[in-house]
């Protein structure tokens, strides 16, 4: 079974800082994995997305992944806080592009001026 | 163009009541799918439909729980007798078949359920 685990349930950057949110995934078959962002009272908005092509992901807002496969990690990445940039973050995994995703806890970014 | 959209937004009821909730896909997704997002949960699968194929089922919770998709679009979660813990956020999803890499799925607003 298909499984992420984000770890740390908050974190906390100043404005400018670079923001590093970890996932690690667990699949047996070669995984699609996903970045969803969340803002208060509102959906779900994909960030990026690894679909076995180039293991660097670049997505909106600045904010980037890279898929390594030896450490089963996909890792969201931004060089350079906004405050606009503070919602929740969701890794999520799909064994293909067409089936349910399975989700991590979440994280929540605080950005602080 | 239009997003997925749901409705109704809120919903309060009354313990053992019914609910139905609404979801309204992108216009040509054939895979439409149904997350619940709860404190003690989190995000969680329910439902998934794809075309006329029969629609995986293995996430929702309990048999008071149903979905219809009719005529490949519109979908209904209905949930029976709700109880207090049914209380969440009901997000709905649609995506495209797969295409070149074109597997994202695209989220509702949700439906935000209290149970009284």
């Known amino acids: 079974a298909q499984s992420v685990t984000q770890l740390g349930s908050h974190v906390s950057v100043s404005e400018g800082a670079l923001v590093l949110l970890r996932c690690n995934y667990s699949s047996s078959v070669p995984p699609y994995l996903f970045w969803y962002v969340q803002y208060p009272n509102q959906g779900l908005q994909l960030l990026l997305k690894y679909t076995s092509a180039a293991t660097l992901v670049k997505g909106i807002n600045g904010f980037e992944a890279e898929f390594k496969k030896s450490e089963t990690s996909f890792h969201l990445t931004k060089p350079s806080a906004h405050m606009s940039d503070a919602a929740e973050y969701f890794c999520?995994?799909?064994?293909?592009?067409?089936?349910?995703?399975?989700f991590g806890t979440g994280t929540r970014l605080l950005v602080s001026p | 163009g239009a997003g997925v959209s749901q409705s109704p937004s809120n919903k309060v009821t009354e313990k053992g009541k019914d609910v139905e909730l609404r979801c309204d896909p992108i216009?040509?997704?054939?895979?439409l799918y149904w997350y619940r997002q709860s404190l003690g949960q989190g995000l969680e699968f329910l439902i998934y439909f794809q075309g006329n194929s029969a629609p995986d089922k293995s996430g929702l919770p309990s048999d008071r729980f149903s979905a219809e998709r009719t005529g490949g679009s519109v979908s209904t979660l209905t949930i029976q007798r709700t109880q207090q813990e049914d209380s969440a956020v009901y997000l709905c999803?649609?995506?495209?078949?797969?295409?070149?890499?074109?597997?994202?799925?695209?989220f509702g607003p949700g439906t935000r359920l209290t149970v009284t």
């Open positions: 999520a995994v799909t064994p293909s592009g067409f089936q349910k995703l399975v």
């Open positions: 216009s040509g997704h054939t895979a």
């Open positions: 999803a649609s995506s495209f078949p797969p295409s070149g890499n074109s597997y994202e799925q695209y």
